[in-house]
C-alpha cells in the first residue's frame, strides 16, 4: 500500500516548540498547533487506510522554503500519527526528507 497527499508547508522544529513557564519541558507553540489543526483533517479524509507495520515515509518540500531540510521531518510525522495514518512514528523505518521544484510539499508514506 502507498499514499501521497499533499500539506501546507510544516513548521520548523526551531518554532515548533517553546519553553515553559517553568523552563522545564517544551510546549507546543500557538502556531504549531494552529497548523496541526489545519492540516489534521484533511490529512485524515485523504487517508482512509491506516498503515500496521513498518513504512517508508517521503518528504518533498519546495525548494523556495529557506529551511533546514532536517527541521520538517519531526512536525510531518507528527501530523501522519494524529490523523491516523500509522499508529506510532516508531513504525517509520525509512525517512527520506527532500527539497524539489514543486509548489506544495508533498507526502509518500508506503508500506515495507
Known amino acids: 500500500m502507498k ?3 499533499f500539506i501546507s508547508d510544516p513548521p520548523s522544529v526551531n518554532t515548533a516548540r517553546q519553553p515553559s513557564k517553568s523552563g522545564r519541558r517544551l510546549i507546543s507553540t500557538a502556531a504549531y498547533r494552529k ?3 489545519e492540516n489534521q483533517w484533511d490529512v485524515a479524509a485523504k487517508c482512509r487506510e491506516h498503515f500496521d507495520g513498518l513504512i517508508r515515509v517521503e ?3 519546495p525548494r523556495r522554503r529557506r529551511i533546514d531540510v ?3 521531518s519531526k512536525a510531518t510525522l507528527d501530523l ?3 490523523a491516523g495514518v500509522y499508529a506510532n512514528d516508531r ?5 527520506r526528507v527532500y527539497r524539489a521544484d514543486i509548489d ?6 508506503e508500506a515495507l
Not at 91 to 95: A, I, P, Y
Not at 104 to 109: E, F, K, S, W
Open 70 to 72: 532536517d527541521n520538517i
Open 3 to 5: 499514499i501521497t497527499i
Open 80 to 82: 501522519l500519527q494524529k
Open 59 to 61: 518528504i518533498a518540500s
Open 104 to 109: 506544495q510539499t508533498t507526502v509518500t508514506v
Open 91 to 95: 513504525q517509520v523505518d525509512d525517512l
Open 35 to 37: 497548523w496541526l489543526a
